[in-house]
């Protein structure tokens, strides 16, 4: 049964549209593991559109459960990272302009890069976790920087309908089966909702799936905790063994 992972950088998005001190996503990250979520996951970006250095530094002194930084692999971000030790850095792509993370991250194009970041962080006894495309290059070159986990980027599959949605679930699936030859720990995410989680959640050996603005959304409505309590029903079936 996969885990799941609560990205609670969403919080931090209505706080900043106001350059405020609410609401807080330190109290964000005890409403969500109140509500069952296994982990706590935030992306501190170059910018600093919403998560701050003062959240990622609280949360990793009040955090339960595990605390999943998101980083680009420029050596600032990495710095920053080695000195909070959160208990396991996703290294994705970061684009200014982007509004949210738009693909995986090219780790055959920024082998040497990625490689320097994750020497790095294996060094301070940080896990290593690639957001990455289900693309056979891709989960090659993973494999050759000897990290812990594999996210598979689940945008092409969210955002598309009919044929094409299954087509995408299959090119995840064999993604995954990929990930769990290597032995690989799998995770999964990006557009994530919960219309659409459960086919993803099925995959055999999917082991976490990270998921925010979907949860974010439904909080707004119903709460955190109970958002989070409803994600967590609809992953909790059966695997599938493929797509």
Request: with cysteine; proline share 5%; glycine share 8%.
């Amino acid at each position: 049964m996969a885990t799941l992972g609560v990205n609670i950088d969403h919080v931090a998005t209505l706080r900043q549209a106001r350059r405020t001190v609410e609401p807080d996503p330190v109290w964000a990250a005890a409403l969500a593991e109140l509500g069952g979520a296994d982990a706590i996951t935030v992306h501190l970006r170059e910018d600093r559109r919403h998560i701050q250095d003062r959240d990622l530094e609280v949360l990793r002194r009040t955090v339960q459960v595990k605390l999943n930084l998101e980083s680009a692999i420029s050596p600032a971000m990495i710095d920053i990272a080695c000195r909070v030790k959160p208990d396991q850095v996703t290294l994705v792509p970061e684009r200014r302009e982007e509004i949210t993370t738009e693909g995986g991250l090219d780790v055959v194009t920024h082998r040497e890069a990625t490689a320097e970041a994750v020497r790095r962080l294996h060094d301070a006894g940080i896990a290593v976790s690639l957001f990455i495309d289900p693309a056979a290059p891709q989960i090659d070159a993973a494999v050759d920087l000897a990290v812990e986990a594999v996210e598979l980027h689940t945008g092409c599959y969210a955002n598309a309908a009919g044929p094409d949605r299954h087509a995408a679930l299959v090119e995840l699936s064999r993604g995954a089966a990929m990930v769990r030859r290597a032995r690989l720990q799998l995770a999964a995410g990006h557009g994530l909702t919960y219309r659409n989680v459960e086919p993803v959640a099925r995959l055999e050996g999917m082991g976490e799936l990270n998921i925010g603005h979907s949860i974010v959304a439904r909080a707004v409505l119903v709460g955190l905790a109970q958002a989070v309590r409803e994600m967590k029903a609809l992953i909790g079936g059966p695997p599938v063994s493929g797509a």
